[in-house]
């Protein structure tokens, strides 16, 4: 076939879907099938893998992993680079399947396909470290790969966090079993597949689940890690039943952050940058603006111009020209169903109406604005994780700092201040794993991503993250004779 950069490469079917065990692909007598958030019809059929496939998916990488964790840094480094160029000749393709699974607008779609590569990262070796050495001792830490790898995979951006642990455990030197949404199977099953003509068998593999396959995989006892993306309520139950084995966990969980909007900003310069913020992805981004604090001096400026950006944006099934796709699935659009329900029934003000669907036929909801509820209100308690954002307004620095961090969560947050001293002392005061100033919520790959509070365990992202795949080995080596004869 021709690619899209017109060359020439393996022809590759982007409406067949199989996993990936020991390098070959692997049907089931059992699919089931994802739905296009866009029309409420079901996508292609996909194998659902068992308990038997999952060992033999284990056994596979166990054997993997006894060769493929002596190979270079540099080796595997090369292996990445070459994966990410061949997927990289598939970037309408893998962009139409995120479009369809996903419910994304065409351009943020092919976005993810596209840069989602980035999450093969690649970083300097780890150097062997001398931590002390004198005429009596030689003491030395290394880092070496964990093992086999369990990744369970979230529906908002099944891809580009696929790519986020993928990359760093392959790199290394990790073997890796990823599991992605039922909700979203289909992009990292074909990438899965994409990649497996340059890994040795069982370095990589793709098993698409029901719900026991992720249950099955952190009790499994030869499965190291569990790195998993999240609802804070799942990340919990992970954590307790990797307990059981004692497995090293990685929990990227829920977050309610928030933006703040301080008195001496051009509103007109940052309205449409916080909108972004707040609804990108129709909401469904775990680091997004779910709630806006705004200073009472700019509040009614700021609230008229959000609500023009947002109201003049286009909403709908996915196409080319729409800003704001559905929902995901029929779960979360019940669940934002509600929000806009008990802001109904508590009168509160709608600064943007919005309008929640019935669900027959897709998940599109027209995004609402709410003016000032109250603190106690749901929509500023709880992760919406839907088009529907509050916007409250502050007065003092240490009345907002309360407020701000009145929460279980610390994903992320957001200052936005001409002040650059004022910024980052709000900044620094809000209980979050990353804060963005004068910038909407954009993780980059570089940096390192993780949460406070009930927002996670550990983290992802840039050289830091890369350590969470690792286990350290410190060696102490006695500078003293102990042979039959003298060596030293």
């Not at 719900?211 to 009790?219: D, S, V």
């Amino acid at each position: 076939m021709t690619t899209t950069n017109g060359t020439t490469a393996k022809t590759w079917d982007f409406t067949h879907f199989t996993n990936s065990v020991a390098g070959v692909p692997r049907g089931s007598p059992d699919i089931h099938h994802g739905i296009n958030p866009s029309d409420g019809k079901p996508l292609w059929d996909v194998p659902i893998a068992s308990a038997n496939d999952l060992d033999d998916a284990v056994k596979a990488a166990q054997k993997a992993f006894k060769t493929w964790s002596k190979t270079t840094w540099a080796e595997r480094q090369a292996i990445l680079i070459k994966i990410s160029e061949e997927y990289g000749k598939y970037g309408e393709e893998m962009g139409n399947i995120v479009r369809l699974e996903g419910g994304k607008p065409t351009p943020f779609a092919n976005g993810e396909a596209v840069n989602s590569a980035q999450g093969l990262k690649y970083y300097a070796p780890f150097e062997e470290e001398v931590i002390e050495e004198d005429a009596d001792i030689r003491l030395t830490m290394r880092h070496v790969p964990k093992g086999v790898i369990g990744a369970i995979l979230p529906w908002n951006f099944p891809l580009a966090i696929a790519m986020n642990k993928v990359g760093p455990a392959l790199l290394t030197g990790n073997c890796i079993i990823v599991k992605p949404s039922p909700f979203t199977p289909y992009s990292i099953l074909k990438f899965a597949e994409i990649a497996q003509q340059f890994l040795p068998p069982g370095v990589l593999q793709a098993l698409n689940g029901d719900n026991t396959m992720g249950p099955m995989m952190c009790e499994h006892p030869d499965i190291q890690v569990i790195t998993f993306t999240g609802s804070s309520a799942t990340g919990k139950k992970v954590m307790a039943t990797a307990a059981k084995t004692l497995k090293d966990v990685t929990l990227e969980l829920g977050g309610n952050s928030a933006s703040v909007i301080c008195p001496d900003v051009d509103v007109e310069k940052i309205a449409s940058q916080v909108a972004l913020g707040a609804f990108f992805n129709s909401g469904q981004l775990c680091v997004a603006a779910k709630r806006l604090y705004v200073h009472k001096d700019v509040y009614p400026e700021f609230l008229k111009a959000l609500t023009e950006v947002v109201k003049n944006w286009k909403t709908g099934p996915t196409s080319e020209d729409v800003m704001l796709g559905p929902v995901q699935n029929e779960m979360q659009h019940r669940i934002v169903k509600e929000f806009f329900e008990d802001c109904a029934s508590n009168n509160y003000d709608f600064a943007l109406p919005g309008k929640v669907g019935d669900g027959a036929d897709g998940f599109v909801i027209q995004p609402a604005i709410i003016d000032n509820p109250p603190d106690s209100a749901r929509i500023v308690r709880e992760e919406q994780f839907g088009p529907i954002v509050p916007v409250m307004i502050w007065e003092t620095e240490e009345d907002l700092i309360s407020r701000v961090n009145n929460t279980q969560t610390g994903l992320g947050g957001s200052v936005w201040s001409a002040d650059l001293e004022r910024a980052r002392r709000i900044g620094t005061q809000i209980e979050a794993g990353t804060i963005w100033i004068n910038s909407f919520e954009k993780p980059l790959p570089q940096a390192y991503f993780s949460g406070f509070k009930e927002s996670g365990i550990g983290g992802e992202g840039g050289r830091h993250g890369l350590y969470h795949y690792v286990n350290t080995q410190v060696i102490h080596q006695y500078k003293v004779d102990v042979g039959k004869s003298s060596k030293l």
